[in-house]
């Protein structure tokens, strides 16, 4: 799979901003916590999932409808009916960075950075480690480690989105630092790293010959307009009701062009595609503002914090259990089902083994 999504991959999604102010003295009253994006989290993860899912039935037909037509339409479907997932994760980010919870300093920014750095880091390992296991990791393991510390996430190549993320939020952070006065040197500091980082790794292999890793700490354009129109979309009024079918009647001819994009043109579906960018915002009026009762509120609360853990862990176990279910012979009943199997054995487990790990107290380790 490209490493540019996915489906390859949120977003989701993981848990990509923090929505709760600083609390301070001075703080201005909270705002009024918005359950719908909570949701929309949700849904963002398992349709991560589901996408990956996908993306094992293409590859068990080598991307080509010739090895298994059932099969294949089954993996390009569920490939393109997700495809919103990780553009959405970067409409959220915006929406927190800049709407819903502004950050007050640099040590905020910081915070929110590590929470995700930090988790990265120790599931890179344990992918390394597994792949090593397995002897599946295709090249020398220390090799791949240090790659991963600068952006290469192979055999993890899910965790592509947080080596985006981390940049946008500091550079969206930081204009919102510098609009309310703050100077904050770190964040510049960290800002120069990133913007020289290429550049200097590229004239570093071209002086010295060596076999330098690709600085991948980048936030594409694409990214950052995600993040600035999903934070206006977002704070829009709550759509009506009689107008979110209207929304979800586009998504479903945006999704058409999604489909026919990838079988025709290009295969993943790029996240700056015009079609995917049209589906995302149908799912996202669609959802905006969605009333979530109360009692289900707490119950949507804890899963929603278990959505970035689910996220990191789920690949392993998908790579684990899929040739069990997926295979190229399979009829178009047998494809669905197998599909439909491999995604419940997937996203249930993973959400609740970080269910778990979060009771213990290991959110800031594993997500």
Known sequence: MATDKLSAAPAAAPQAAVHQADATPSAPPRREHRYDIDLLRVICACSVILGHVGGECMLAVGKSAENGRAVYWTGLFL?????????MYFAIAGWAVLVGAPPRSGGTLRKRSLRMIVPVGIWSAVYLAWGWWRDTNGRPTPKLALDAVFGTVQPAFHLWYFYAHV?????????????????????????????????????LAELTGWDVPRFGWQAGTYSLVYAVVGALLLGLPATRRRHRWWWLAGAVVSLAAVLWSQDRIHFVIPNASIFVAALSCCVLFAANGVRIPERVR????????????????????????SPAFVSAERGWLGAAGAAAALAVVTVIPSFGLSLLWGRLGLRRYLG
């Open 167 to 203: 940049p946008l939020i500091l550079v969206l952070g930081f204009v919102m630092l510098l609009k309310a006065g703050k100077r904050p040197w770190g964040v510049v500091a960290a800002l120069v790293v990133i913007a020289a980082g290429p550049t200097a790794f590229s004239d």
């Open 298 to 321: 707490p119950v949507l609360a804890k899963v929603t914090d278990a959505g970035l853990g689910a996220f990191m862990f789920h690949v392993l176990l998908l790579k684990a259990v």
């Open 79 to 87: 490939d393109s009916v997700t495809s919103w997932a990780v553009p």
